[in-house]
């Protein structure tokens, strides 16, 4: 990344006693500062237990992240949790289709749907968010994945492309125009979020050290070039102020 490469190359010069020398400032090269406003939201996303160190659909890395949320949280004026929430028996079970297998797919009506072990069920300790976030200031909580025939990996919309969780609707309503994501997963809900974010006209970012992927069968790669074509920017965690 060129912010990196701008830390690195400053690292360098200050080590070799060259910005003195030739009068150059440390200003110049100095990584830009993310100051997000009263315009921007942080979109925690799917923090669960289900998703955490052994939960039922483990993620990965997934508590790593719990600590850098809670820092990057301070930084921002709106929060929004999102929540998955499924019925027992929903049709993104694995458990829903005798002879079927975790990982493997089916066909639904709006398409290809992963089939997944059982997860997130509505009321359970399973589905709670971690009781180690500490986002005091979040003001909504947007639940999805609830209607038992339809998945739902974005915060925005279905799987179906046509029901919508509101959220859209409640950010535009207080005049937010940039959101900021974290959470889990990346090649799964977190990118999905992302995606239909910038569809619906939000400035969008992905905290890349804010989050973890499933990384299935290349998955993680797939939703960061999809993610960067749809003008999906990735940041991390220390760029923002």
């Not at 190359?9 to 020398?21: E, F, K, N, T, V």
């Not at 005798?98 to 749907?113: A, H, N, R």
């Amino acid at each position: 990344m060129v912010i990196t490469n701008r830390r690195m190359i400053l690292r360098s010069a200050a080590a070799a006693g060259l910005l003195g020398g030739i009068g150059m400032s440390a200003s110049l090269f100095a990584a830009p500062t993310i100051k997000p406003g009263p315009k921007a939201a942080l979109l925690v996303v799917d923090v669960q237990n289900c998703f955490l160190d052994g939960g039922t659909l483990a993620v990965k890395g997934g508590n790593e992240i719990v600590p850098v949320i809670n820092k990057l949280s301070q930084a921002f004026e709106n929060i929004v949790i999102t929540q998955d929430w499924h019925t027992a028996g929903h049709a993104s079970f694995a458990s829903s289709y005798p002879g079927k297998k975790p990982f493997e797919t089916t066909k639904l009506s709006y398409g290809t749907q992963v089939l997944w072990p059982d997860h997130c069920v509505q009321g359970t300790e399973d589905a709670a968010v971690s009781k180690d976030l500490k986002l005091p200031t979040a003001q909504i909580i947007i639940r999805k994945g609830f209607h038992k025939d339809t998945d739902s990996y974005s915060a925005f919309e279905e799987a179906d492309h046509k029901t919508s969780t509101g959220l859209a609707g409640y950010l535009k309503q207080r005049g937010i125009n940039t959101v900021y994501l974290a959470g889990l997963a990346t090649d799964f809900c977190v990118a999905w979020t992302a995606m239909d974010a910038r569809k619906l006209g939000f400035k969008t970012y992905v905290v890349e050290d804010a989050t973890r992927a499933i990384d299935l069968n290349g998955s993680l790669a797939a939703a960061w070039k999809q993610m960067t074509a749809r003008g999906v920017r990735r940041v991390q965690s220390g760029d923002i102020a």
